[in-house]
């Protein structure tokens, strides 16, 4: 059992930056590969970035690519995402989750989600 809580949202100009903040209680973090989706107004949740357990294998969704990082911390439980020239289109809340399976087919466990809105 994992439990997850997003930080680090808020209210940006295009083109600035934000860095969200996952913090994971438990013992079991360091297992699982970790993942951001978002969900922007009228549309379905998307998958974002993940990050394998070790840190050694990242992927991301073709429209965010060089311009978000996925990172993770395993001594401090959290994992993050650099975001950088931020589009409107990249308005929405934004997820992190957890994948025990290590597949990233799987992700089981969800934080509240923190709003991130891009103002053109």
């Known amino acids: 059992q994992v439990q997850l809580v997003e930080s680090g949202g808020g209210l940006v100009q295009s083109g600035g930056s934000l860095r969200l903040s996952c913090a994971a209680s438990?013992?079991?973090?360091?297992?699982?590969?970790m993942g951001w989706f978002r969900q922007a107004p009228g549309k379905e949740r998307e998958f974002v970035a993940g990050i394998s357990w070790s840190g050694g294998n990242t992927r991301y969704v073709d429209s965010v690519k060089g311009r978000f990082t996925i990172s993770r911390d395993n001594a401090k439980n959290t994992v993050y995402l650099q975001m950088n020239s931020l589009k409107p289109e990249d308005t929405a809340v934004y997820y992190c989750?957890?994948?025990?399976?290590?597949?990233?087919?799987?992700?089981?466990?969800w934080g509240q989600g923190t709003q991130v809105t891009v103002s053109s």
């Open positions: 989750a957890a994948d025990p399976s290590r597949t990233f087919d799987f992700f089981g466990y």
């Open positions: 438990g013992r079991t973090f360091s297992r699982y590969n």
